[in-house]
């Protein structure tokens, strides 16, 4: 048996979490959550301890835009172990403006499946 403590970012109450695992023939299971006020807190423990993700958020070069940078994100949740693989794909990315907020910038990032897109609109210079 093993404990993890988290603080949850479920919401905003930043809730410390305890999460107790055990070890099984299928490897780690959660056996129990306690500290959390909602239910997104025990949600949020499983996944962390289990399989964490990440939404990575970034900037990319912009050619004839009203703006030299725009800001991207990943569309979803990213394994927290293809994070620096997928800043290293937006190196030296540069798109044309104008661009809309959820233009693919990238997609399939660092093969995840998961796009990179605009979160921000640039309009033609």
Request: net charge neutral; proline share 4%.
């Amino acid at each position: 048996m093993s404990i993890r403590e988290l603080t949850c970012i479920g919401c905003p109450l930043g809730c410390a979490l305890t999460v107790t695992l055990e070890e099984t023939a299928n490897g780690v299971e959660v056996t129990d959550v306690t500290g959390n006020t909602c239910p997104k807190g025990a949600i949020y423990a499983r996944k962390e301890v289990t399989n964490p993700t990440r939404i990575v958020t970034s900037t990319v070069r912009v050619s004839g835009g009203t703006a030299a940078m725009v800001n991207v994100k990943t569309a979803s949740d990213i394994p927290k172990s293809k994070i620096f693989d997928c800043v290293e794909a937006l190196k030296g990315v540069e798109i044309a403006a104008p661009v809309q907020i959820g233009d693919v910038v990238l997609a399939n990032v660092a093969g995840t499946g998961v796009n990179i897109i605009a979160a921000r609109s640039i309009a033609k210079n």
